[in-house]
């Protein structure tokens, strides 16, 4: 069955410091990988997706089949990046459901 | 125990049937939500409840209309189904108001294809 672990719940990092929110899955086949992200008093909102491998607002994520990692960074954080951090994976097909993490919340301190 | 729990997974139907999907939360949360993922696989909002009153309706047809029996539950009636309802609905449940940043839990989905 397919599953998507983010196993920190909350991670707490000082403004300037790199970030890196952990995503790991267990799928067999070629998954589409996600990381969704919500602001305080915003919609949840697609952050990326691995097939885009476009890097938005510093954040990149790189898809490792070997360790079945989707892991996003950021090399400097900002406070405006504190937020919920969700991981989701899907088959290919564009009908298939989202699979979600329980979600990391990130604390970016000045 | 599943925390957001949604049924059914599945529901294959005719077009202008009446359909229904149940959400139930045994988080104690305040708040539910309905989101529908689109062929793109964004996540969009569709209706969100805090203890039983409705905060967010977003723009949706009036075929769709969600009920809230108690904070526990949340249910997405669907009248008249058509073709473009086909999609994954999720139900998603926080503590409190998610904008004000808690963290959602989420449903398993619920496929619906309209035939």
């Known amino acids: 069955a397919q599953r998507v672990t983010q196993p920190e719940k909350l991670l707490s990092v000082f403004k300037g410091a790199p970030v890196e929110l952990k995503c790991n899955y267990s799928?067999?086949?070629?998954?589409?990988l996600f990381w969704y992200v919500q602001y305080s008093r915003q919609r949840l909102q697609l952050l990326l997706r691995?097939?885009s491998r476009e890097s938005i607002k510093g954040f990149t994520a790189d898809l490792n089949k070997g360790e079945t990692s989707f892991h996003l960074k950021k090399p400097f954080a900002q406070e405006e990046d504190s937020a919920m951090y969700y991981c989701?994976?899907?088959?290919?097909?564009?009908?298939?459901?989202?699979?979600f993490g329980t979600g990391t919340r990130l604390q970016v301190f000045p | 125990d599943t925390a957001v729990s949604q049924t059914p997974k599945y529901l294959v139907t005719q077009m202008g049937n009446d359909k229904s999907i149940k959400c139930e939360q045994n988080?104690?949360?305040?708040?539910m939500y309905w989101y529908k993922q689109d062929s793109k696989k964004f996540l969009k909002i569709m209706f969100s409840?805090?203890?039983?009153?409705?905060?967010i309706n977003e723009t949706v047809p009036n075929r769709f209309s969600p009920k809230s029996p108690d904070k526990a539950h949340l249910n997405l009636h669907i009248n008249s189904l058509e073709l473009g309802d086909s999609a994954v609905y999720f139900c998603?449940?926080?503590?409190?108001?998610?904008?004000?940043?808690?963290?959602?839990?989420f449903g398993s989905g619920t496929q619906l294809s309209v035939l």
């Open positions: 998603a449940s926080s503590q409190d108001w998610a904008e004000t940043n808690e963290k959602l839990f």
């Open positions: 799928y067999s086949g070629s998954p589409e």
């Open positions: 691995h097939i």
């Open positions: 989701a994976l899907s088959r290919p097909r564009n009908t298939d459901k989202l699979i």
């Open positions: 988080l104690g949360h305040d708040t």
């Open positions: 409840y805090n203890n039983k009153e409705l905060i």
